[in-house]
């Protein structure tokens, strides 16, 4: 049977409106009660990331989180927030990040409370391809349902963040980044990111694409009116959506394609029932990409254009997988990819080199400086920097195939 996914215009974030809209979405779902039971304990996932105002579009909008609480409630359910957004997980951070995002707002309006426990489990997953043992906040794995709200963004890893990439805030604090040191290929990482989805199993998810964010996402890019929510039970069928309606192909997002790959979707559009508002109607033309999803053919052959775009081949082509992992260890790869540098924004506060998976990053002279021969891409510094200090830029190599 497919997958469901409600699409319903939202243009602001009227808290009416985005009530109206979310209670909508839901309601073409079979309503909150078809997910929650009376007296469950229900967690709310926002992205989080870092500590920003609700207007710089880093993560969900506070007017959707505190409405789904709402809807949660009236069917007698008990709505607490939780994340770990990147960095230390503490109470402390919790607190700050609650804050600045709105989440402390929203749970005063909405009855929801917010979580202050700090503890991780470790699991284990034996369905994973990767993350056999799964490290996650307590509270996931206590929950008895669980919520994904994520906010429609670009992201230099994977295209696209969106329901699956949003999960990833359920591992706590800085365990995120051994797993980056750990899965250090693209297509590993999102690996791990379908195992956790495969482990956690969200019941629903509401997505935040009233305002989105393009460029050079998750917290370096620029607002961008969308002006939708979605909900699905399905996280994939909503990452295949919401894709489409940024303009993308919905195998660009590369869980997406891994997920594919594990037979979990089939990653078409035409396979997901849509219901509610048009997406003819509703599509954003232009969407700038992240300048690692923005790859210009320019002069790029075709067979490593595939290669460097897809990295797992939908397809199953073993001998590409194989080439692609080759290049991606190496020399080449690094002239080809984009690669972090502090710009004169940068005060030396040293959160970055912190966070850094694989020590790249040395604080010289009060700016950051990083190694591009031990960097392995991640990004987890741009989108860390709470100055957003940091820039990414193509080599020279990259420049003349790729463009910018
Ligand atoms: S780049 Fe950002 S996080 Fe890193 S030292 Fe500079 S200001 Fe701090
Ligand atoms: S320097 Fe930045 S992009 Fe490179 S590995 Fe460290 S955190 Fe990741």
């Known amino acids: 049977m497919p997958e469901r996914v409600a699409l319903v215009r939202c243009a602001e974030y009227d808290p009416t409106q985005v009530e109206a809209a979310v209670r909508r979405s839901v309601e073409l779902l079979g309503g909150m009660e078809a997910f929650v039971q009376p007296g469950q304990r229900v967690l709310l996932k926002p992205n989080l990331v870092r500590a920003a105002p609700p207007e710089k579009a880093i993560s969900t909008h506070p007017t959707v989180v505190a409405a789904v609480a709402k809807l949660v409630r009236e069917v007698g359910g008990q709505p607490f927030i939780a994340e770990s957004p990147g960095g230390p997980y503490t109470a402390g951070i919790l607190r700050a990040s609650y804050r600045k995002t709105g989440m402390a707002q929203a749970a005063e309006e909405s009855g929801a409370e917010l979580n202050f426990d700090t503890r991780a489990v470790q699991v284990s997953h034996p369905e994973a391809k990767v993350l056999y ?46 797993y980056h040191a750990k899965l250090q290929q693209r297509e590993l990482f999102c690996q791990g990111l379908v195992d956790l989805l495969t482990y956690v199993k969200p019941a629903l998810q509401i997505m935040d694409a009233v305002v989105g964010m393009e460029g050079e996402g998750p917290s370096g890019g620029d607002p961008r009116p969308i002006g939708a929510i979605l909900a699905s039970p399905s996280a994939l069928a909503m990452d295949i959506v919401a894709a489409a309606l940024v303009g993308f192909d919905p195998l660009d997002v590369l869980t997406t394609r891994v997920a594919v790959e594990r037979g979990l979707t089939s990653g078409r559009l035409e396979d997901v029932e849509l219901v509610g ?3 003819e109607e509703l599509r954003v033309p232009d969407f700038r990409k992240g300048i690692e999803a923005e790859l210009d053919p320019g002069l790029v052959p075709r067979f490593l254009r595939r290669l460097l775009r897809m990295e797992s081949s939908a397809e199953g082509d073993a001998r590409g997988r194989g080439l692609f992992r080759a290049l991606s ?9 984009a690669m972090p540098y502090a710009t004169e924004k940068c005060v030396g506060c040293g959160y970055c080199a912190e966070n850094c998976p694989v020590q790249a990053i040395q604080i ?32 020279l190599l990259g420049r003349l195939l790729m463009g910018r």
Request: charge should be positive.
């Open 133 to 178: 043992r799964l490290d996650l906040i307590q509270p996931a794995v206590e929950a008895d349902v669980i919520i994904n709200l994520p906010k429609l963004k670009t992201h230099n890893l994977s295209a696209l963040t969106l329901a699956v990439k949003n999960l990833y805030g359920l591992v706590p604090g800085t365990i995120k980044i051994s």
């Open 277 to 279: 508002d048009s997406l």
């Open 329 to 337: 260890s190496g020399w080449v790869w690094k002239q080809l990819v």
């Open 364 to 395: 010289v002279d009060g700016r950051a400086r990083m190694d591009g021969r031990t960097c392995i891409r991640c990004y987890c510094c741009h989108e860390l920097c709470p100055y957003s200090a940091i820039e990414l830029r193509r080599p």
